[in-house]
């Protein structure tokens, strides 16, 4: 959806007015929905020469001392604090640059984000600059992993097909991704970008070895999906969250269900799931769910494919599963 | 000359993940309460009110600490409220020793309080992602809230770049024995969130990454709770001490630092907590310390993330930064080794109610102080994107 028809705040982040009681040691405690909010007319001041260029030029600024002559990108100062405040000056910057130090990946984003992780986001000394301009990162070449941008990785600014003069409007991608041309262009666009679209993957055929396997697997699942849905604590991993998902597996096809506390493993084929699994070994979930390695890192680490990005939040719900249900095991123990 | 100032009372309220019996009234009045039991003293003995309270959005309130004043019987009287980020307590700490030392006051509560985890997300029908965002109101305005910035992420770009420059520091296996040995210190907590959360290496290892580098038992939990302290000048400390029977810990060195927000030549370092080695030895020279790895006993630190543990305690001067791995690999914070770090569990599991974080971590490093008949601790907190902001307090057992 376009950036300009979307409301500063979207409706499905907005909950009803409504409240709800809960009981504690024989004692009613009242939830309420609420909300804090304020609108914004918001003025950007020295800082919209800035953003006026990423928006309508395509083009990055920074500022330069008339003194010291270091040039600050982005233009944050229109005083140089370190040369008693002399005056600074709009510069044009170039449009790649190096990374100023290794890149964190944000995989559990905050809810604003959760759609649009994961991603990178690092700082970036364009040619030029003195100091570096804080960006999102991303590959063309799928998710991004550790070790893919590191520090001094040459990255290039993207800019945003929909621009609507804020910093989201640009991000990086690594110069190696891109074709020299793509590199020199000035104002280069996202939708010019080769990306690389996700692809389910396909499996060998199974051995009498891995039908079996998978059998096992699928029965000790079951039974833990049965002590996960017993479990006071594990089922609040997945309070108020429901979703049926394939899960495709090289000698064979299951169906986890999640609703709202109860989860449920059947050895079924679902017609129109909400999002599909593919893992060629069934005991990489089966480890996950055991609390023997997380899935989340699975993803990552392409052991264990989703067809959605966005459905990593029911990733990390599982991996919540499995770590509480041990949690409560531990705390079983500990009263003995 | 300024005023000698001590701690002559403390108190805290559980940690909890979620507190739906109470709300950031009663928890703070709670903390209050037992912190003047301990001291053995009534509220109206107290002077001033420092309130450590991080963030507005928490307690759903702008001045969220008008109320209080009031409810903790505190009416007609001095308060400030300091807010400085995940710092909040450390600086509030100091404050109100510069009030005390300046003979503005002879007693002050220091009272912090958090009530976080009351924000929720109605489309991942959970509070985390909330929490998370709220706090991420905390970035840039202009350049970083809207390219999904967060504490977590901001505190990484340190510890990558800190890995950049030192590189094989910080091995995955020694921030997870570290993890462990904090979840079996947490087991004599009760005021804990994760008191009975031991997990062992291997689970911190197995653990899934939340921001890479850092894996969810690496990292610090939400919680709400509040936590009090009493202070007061020395002739007031020593009557109070003669009538509570409990002992004064001296606050002997306090020490601030706030770095650059922007990294790049000129501002800030991002392979180094520069604040932090700013506010450790700026409180080492107040108190007269001069080389911190024979004094310090006690190290009560803000482990936002066990990886930030490791480079605050090189940039405290307590370990080479180059051999950082050393407070595993050579013991120095393991049981018997040289340094006590956060015997209370630290914020990763006692938990992290921000305002009252840094307070609660002073609360346990006096107890410890006592308890284990040791002279010198270091408390600190952390704060503020790319851990821009430190407050460290010298706390000394007479």
Redesign the interface.
């Known amino acids: 959806m376009s950036e300009k028809k979307r409301k500063v705040i979207p409706d499905e982040f907005i909950p009803e007015v409504r409240s709800r009681v809960i009981t504690l040691d024989n004692k009613d405690y009242l939830l309420q929905n609420d909300a804090m909010f304020t609108f914004y007319e918001r003025s950007i001041g020295e800082l919209s020469p800035f953003f006026l260029a990423i928006r309508d030029e395509k083009r990055i600024l920074g500022c330069k001392c008339t003194k010291c002559g270091i040039v600050r990108v982005p233009p944050m100062v229109t005083h140089c604090p370190d040369c008693d405040f002399a005056p600074t000056q709009l510069v044009e910057m170039e449009q790649a640059g190096k990374m100023n130090t290794t890149p964190p990946i944000t995989y559990f984003a905050t809810s604003l984000f959760l759609d649009k992780a994961p991603f990178g986001r690092g700082r970036v000394i364009l040619k030029g600059a003195d100091t570096a301009l804080s960006v999102m990162l991303y590959t063309t070449t799928g998710i991004l992993v550790p070790g893919l941008i590191k520090k001094g990785t040459e990255v290039k600014v993207i800019f945003r097909d929909e621009r609507v003069g804020q910093i989201s409007d640009i991000f990086c991608v690594p110069t190696s991704e891109l074709t020299p041309q793509q590199v020199a262009k000035k104002g280069l666009q996202e939708s010019e970008l080769n990306w690389e679209a996700p692809k389910e993957p396909e499996f060998p055929k199974p051995s009498k070895e891995d039908l079996a396997i998978y059998k096992q697997s699928l029965k000790e699942m079951q039974a833990l999906a049965s002590k996960m849905s017993q479990s006071k604590r594990a089922r609040k991993a997945i309070e108020g969250w429901k979703r049926s998902i394939a899960v495709k597996t090289k000698a064979g096809e299951f169906a986890m269900f999640i609703n709202n506390g109860d989860f449920r493993i059947e050895d079924k084929k679902l017609e129109s799931p909400d999002f599909i699994i593919a893992c060629e070994d069934p005991k990489t979930l089966l480890d996950g769910l055991m609390y023997k390695g997380a899935i989340t890192d699975s993803v990552i680490m392409k052991k264990l494919w989703i067809s959605k990005n966005l459905e990593f939040n029911t990733i990390f719900k599982l991996d919540r599963l499995a770590r509480f249900l041990v949690m409560e095991q531990k705390e079983k123990k500990a009263a003995k | 000359m300024a005023k000698k100032v001590g701690i002559v009372g403390a108190a805290v309220t559980p940690f909890k993940g979620k507190w739906?019996?109470k709300t950031y009234y009663e928890l703070a009045q709670m903390a209050t309460r037992e912190a003047v039991k301990d001291a053995n003293i009534s509220i109206k003995d107290v002077d001033a009110v420092f309130y450590g309270i991080y963030n507005d959005?928490f307690e759903?309130a702008c001045i969220p600490e008008h109320p209080l004043q009031g409810i903790i019987g505190m009416q007609n009287k001095f308060g400030i409220r300091i807010s400085n980020g995940g710092a909040t307590g450390a600086y509030t700490i100091s404050a109100a020793h510069a009030y005390l030392a300046g003979e503005r006051f002879k007693t002050a509560l220091v009272l912090g309080v958090e009530k976080a985890t009351d924000c929720f997300?109605?489309?991942?029908?959970?509070a985390?992602?909330?929490v998370?965002?709220t706090i991420?109101w905390s970035g840039?305005c202009?350049?970083?809230q809207?390219?999904?910035?967060?504490a977590?992420?901001s505190y990484?770009?340190i510890v990558?770049?800190y890995?950049?420059e030192y590189p094989g520091t910080l091995k995955p296996k020694v921030t997870a024995q570290i993890s462990s040995l904090l979840s079996k210190q947490v087991r004599t907590n009760p005021y804990a969130q994760r008191q009975?959360?031991?997990v062992t290496p291997e689970?911190v290892m197995?653990?899934?990454?939340?921001?890479?580098?850092f894996?969810?038992l690496e990292i610090c939990v939400y919680s709400e709770g509040a936590a009090a302290l009493i202070l007061a000048e020395e002739e007031t400390a020593r009557a109070i001490a003669r009538n509570s029977g409990k002992p004064i810990v001296w606050i002997t060195g306090v020490g601030e630092a706030n770095e650059h927000s922007?990294?790049?030549?000129?501002?800030k370092n991002?392979?180094h907590i520069v604040s932090d080695y700013l506010g450790s030895h700026r409180a080492y020279e107040m108190a007269g310390i001069k080389d911190p790895t024979k004094s310090i006993q006690i190290v009560e630190l803000h482990d936002a993330f066990i990886q930030q543990l490791e480079i605050s305690m090189a940039e405290f001067g307590l370990v080479p930064y180059e051999t950082v791995d050393s407070l595993v690999e050579d013991g120095i914070m393991m049981p018997d080794g040289r340094l006590i770090v956060n015997p209370c569990g630290g914020l990763v599991y006692c938990g992290h109610a921000v305002g009252a974080s840094n307070i609660m971590s002073a609360w346990s490093a006096r107890n410890e102080l006592i308890k284990r008949k040791m002279k010198t601790a270091l408390v600190h907190g952390t704060g503020s994107t790319v851990a821009q902001y430190t407050a460290c307090a010298i706390l000394e057992h007479e």
């Open positions: 739906y019996q959005i759903r997300d109605f489309t991942s029908m959970s985390t992602p909330e998370i965002k991420a840039d202009f350049f970083e809207k390219i999904g910035w967060s977590s992420d990484a770009e990558l770049g890995m950049d009975f959360d031991q689970e197995n653990s899934r990454y939340i921001v890479y580098p894996k969810e922007y990294a790049g030549k000129n501002q991002m392979s």
